[in-house]
């Protein structure tokens, strides 16, 4: 186990790890978040753009 009072900073191109993380609180990212499929401004793109047989497409937009 690790400890830090205020954060720990890596400053390296990518953090792997072998197994699960959990986060008890936010997080916060200045790039994209993806999964195995796609990143999820691809997904706010597809559900902007569906509607249900003619309908109104979604407001407010994501």
């Known amino acids: 186990m690790f400890k830090a009072k205020n954060k720990f900073r890596f400053e ?3 953090v792997e790890m072998s197994e699960n993380m959990k986060v008890t609180k936010d997080i916060k990212a200045d790039g ?5 499929k796609r990143p999820m ?3 706010r793109n597809l559900y902007n753009q569906h509607d249900h047989g003619g309908s109104a497409k ?3 937009l994501q």
Do not use: G, R
């Open 58 to 60: 979604p407001s407010p």
């Open 41 to 43: 401004q691809a997904d």
């Open 12 to 14: 390296t191109p990518l």
């Open 32 to 36: 994209e978040i993806a999964d195995h």
